[in-house]
């Protein structure tokens, strides 16, 4: 069966590990999935492939933050001859400098969060970009967090966090690589077709979105969010790249 090439960054569990699982089980216009999951250390088919359809996917070790590994992609494409990649979820992310207060500020974690959260989602998709189908869609799974304009409308006001400032401008900043892309993208003959968008996957019941357990009653199973996810890149049109919307297809505030 003709096959679609999807590349999905952080496979190995909560959000990732549900997204791969779907396009798995998915099939477009009579044509199954070929997913390719990277993380960094653990390999994931296993428990992406927990129904079947194990020979669908491909592991690809990476650290989005090490140009190196982010190189094997191109080594992965050319071992298991893919010439389009049809769909890229951006979806590795750390949350990370909880603690810190002003007047001590972990700069170390802000840095790191800005490579893995923004440049990384960058790097993946240079490394994609020679591959990319003419209507592929780009996914980048930011989050509400990120919305200046929620943060102007009083959200977390009474209780801002130095965390809330390294997580939301990272993903803030995601938000406008976002748009750029889209903006670049449309720009080429070559990919001007693709769709460019940035995700907030809603509050989910992941080790992030529980800070570790520490906050457990975040109200979305993962499974759903993917599902919503997966069932929004099917419905996608050229005149949605550039935009920020929720996993159920609803427009989210800048």
Known sequence: MPRKVVVVTGANRGLGLELARHFLAAREDDRTWEVFACSRSEDPVGAIAEGGGGERVRWVKLDVRV??????LGRAFATHDVSEVHALINNAGVCIGRE??????????????????VMGATRVLEAVLPR???????VNVSGRMGSIARVMGGLGASSA?????????????????????????????????????????????TDM??????????????????????????????????????????????
């Open 161 to 205: 966090t130095t965390q809330d400032v390294v997580y939301r401008t990272t993903k803030a900043a995601l938000n406008m690589m976002t748009v750029c892309a889209a903006a670049e993208l449309r720009g080429r003959e070559e990919t001007e077709d693709a769709i460019v968008i940035a995700v907030d996957p809603g509050w989910m019941r």
């Open 132 to 138: 990319l189908a003419r209507d592929a869609v780009v």
């Open 209 to 254: 979105g529980t800070r570790g357990g520490a906050v457990p009653d975040a109200p979305l199973d993962p499974k759903e969010s993917a599902a919503g996810i997966v069932a929004l890149i099917d419905r996608l049109k050229p005149e949605d790249t550039g935009k920020f919307l929720s996993w159920q297809g609803e427009t989210m505030p800048w």
């Open 100 to 117: 810190c207060a002003l007047g001590g500020v972990d700069y170390d974690a802000w840095t790191r969060s800005f490579e893995v959260n």
């Open 67 to 72: 140009p190196e590994t982010v190189d094997a």
